[in-house]
């Protein structure tokens, strides 16, 4: 046999792909539940709130004995059923408009996908749902950001700061509301802004609605309410945080403009399909009423609540009441919360319980922003929250004793 | 508002994103199903053997009230069963050289991340699993193929044929045996081969496994099995075809490279998870032992015998009777067979009876290469594979006798 001549290394994309941050911490939860520690995850946006039996009832009655590839744009039954979901959400669109993806993660990549090439730029909102990165590195685009201040509410910036931004390569402004993570919900008018710069620049706007329905105070602006954007607007769109069912991975993409939906069913065809037992759970979802949002709701309204009353009342704690989702970004009296979120899983409990938080600087892509922030997930229940908040506050005090 | 100073045009990247050759025919099969016609859909691997019903026993009896994440990495517990699987296969890895992906099709995508960035090239031997084409468009990579041929058994030509594909950018060799779409079984000194220039080269070597158990003469060399590969070999595979489970979209990537385990699991992280409910049934999967495998084996050789059989009684059609996998290249005595697949479904029928097949040119990346060929997979029962073979040949008389 050959010798080889010297070592493999992996490739430059793979080597500058980050950790996400929201789970880089896991073999440190991983070590510390082997201990036998209660591990209360604020790090990870999923919710304790039960999955609604009528997709474990639609589940367990797949209809076939063969789990077959379904269609790559998506189970018809459920592009049927979502465009129903879609038109009682005021928006003009059929099952021919929308492309059933494995996750929103997929509907991102492709809708990025389908409005870049590697080498163009993608505008966006920092902090910003960490996992955007990760997408960029894959289809090698650049994210070009603006910064939004907690001191403004994490609202958009003035027009000439977004349009500074602007260069011959980018193609898309990739817009999140309700904001993963600050909960910062974009009024009308500023949807309005960016769908003008879209046009004027001749731009892609790919929306993030995900937490359509978690709006606590104000009203949600989707992007597909816009007029004159019919070919220039992407929305992605999951199921997991609306019906609890995040490891399901049921995404989508919709968009008005043909020929990107025509690109997404080839990325699509690609990969063969999204997985089919979960589609056919989720066509019972969308059939799921305002009485469901309006309870889900206002147990996330309670949480949130319970999250900022207990931060605000930390000393040297900064952050904004987010005003939908279920995320908050907070500053903490550290330099470093990269290594104090793993401290508090490795160095710190109380009475063999901690807390996991996503550390802040992977919401960010300008360099140094957000090594003083975490992002918390208000997505335990009312009690384990404020018992997580305790633990937190004792953590950050131990943290700046041990660490002076 | 604005108004659009001219048409937003999707990405190059978009445009250059192939309609898989397996699926692109959808519409027209949509259309002839609507006109109540029976299509037998030779065009994709997607048996009618049925799912082992260990499986849907598994997912009623999912063990949890929220579909929640699960780790990027994979299920815990199915990590360590497949770990026991590939053990058995006689492959020395463990849960820590296992990610699993959505899918095989995730698996080659985050193998070839792993090896490769934008702009570099892979080796692949023509004629290919199609849908490379599709992730090396994905992936910014060029694929340079090497032609195999129909006259050697479509095993691989001489060493420095291969030898002569290399370029400043390559990365890595791309082999699939069984193989997808000749059913071309690789020996053991093939396979060597392929190590020896991956050594000498400082190549990695991504080899396609899913149809592991499916060879009906001769024996399977794994990549695994072969020594000194441990930093370059990449293993991708597959529930789908060994369990009948194609929609489950359960995959993973093994290597014993932890700079390649550790690129995939950022790359997991990016996209959360694979599906949890689907994993969770997939456990029950690796317990089936060879006697499942004997059954599925033998009614696969059937069926590659009833179609080879009868391939070889029909007027100019060529084909190479294949070793494994349940796919055959055929050469038909036809110029354009992406009209004549096409056709079959709108223009043909017998006793309002067709047959879908994938048209030959997307498995080559060479252009012009695979026109007057065809893929068929072997996947329906012997009685209608014959009724199937039996509407094929009268449809090609009939293309021929109306084209000529």
């Given amino acids: 046999m050959e010798k080889a001549t010297k070592k493999i290394d992996i490739s430059p994309r793979a080597k500058e792909m980050p950790a996400s941050p929201i789970r880089k911490t896991e073999p ?159 009024r009308r008018d500023e949807m309005e802004m960016l769908a003008e710069i879209a046009l004027r620049h001749n731009l892609f706007i790919i929306s993030d609605e995900v937490y359509r329905e978690f709006v606590y105070e104000g009203e949600h602006t989707g992007i597909l309410e816009l007029p004159g954007l019919e070919d220039r607007a992407i929305l992605m769109d999951s199921a997991s945080k609306r019906y609890s069912v995040c490891g399901a991975r049921i995404g989508c993409v919709v968009s008005r403009n043909e020929e990107v939906i025509s690109a997404c069913i080839r990325f699509g065809q690609a990969r063969l399909c999204s997985p089919t037992i979960e589609q056919h759970g989720a066509i019972a979802l969308t059939h799921l009423g305002e009485s469901y949002f309006d309870k889900v709701r206002a147990e996330y309204r309670k949480r949130r609540d319970v999250t900022i009353d207990a931060l605000q009342r930390m000393e040297g704690v900064l952050c904004h009441k987010p005003k939908g989702a279920f995320y908050v970004m907070v500053r903490l009296p550290i330099d470093d919360t990269d290594e104090f979120a793993k401290w508090m899983l490795t160095d710190f409990h109380i009475d063999n319980e901690t807390v996991r938080v996503s550390p802040g600087a992977g919401f960010y892509a300008t360099p140094g922003k957000g090594k003083d922030e975490v992002r918390l997930a208000c997505v335990l229940e009312t009690g384990r929250l404020e018992r997580a908040m305790h633990i937190l506050e004792e953590g950050i005090r131990e943290y700046n004793r041990t660490h002076a």
Same sequence: chains 1, 2.
């Fill in 28 to 186: 440190y939860a991983a070590e510390a539940m082997k201990k036998g520690r209660t591990v209360y995850g604020l790090n990870v946006g999923q919710p304790d709130i039960e999955t609604p039996p009528v997709f474990f009832e639609a589940v367990r009655n797949f209809p076939a004995n063969v789990v077959a590839y379904q269609r790559s744009q998506g189970d018809p039954a459920y592009l049927e059923a979502l465009a129903g979901y879609y038109r009682r959400c005021g928006y003009d669109v059929s099952e021919k408009d929308i492309v059933i993806t494995t996750g929103g993660s997929e509907a991102i990549i492709f809708a990025a996908q389908a409005a870049t090439s590697a080498g163009d730029e993608i505008i966006v909102f920092e902090p910003f749902y960490t996992n955007y990165n990760g997408y960029a590195v894959m289809c090698g685009v650049k994210l070009a950001p603006v910064t939004t201040r907690a001191e403004d509410g994490y609202h958009l910036p003035p027009k000439e700061e977004i349009v500074g931004k602007i260069t011959p390569r980018t193609r898309a402004i990739l817009v999140c509301s309700p904001n993963n993570p600050t909960g910062t919900v974009l």
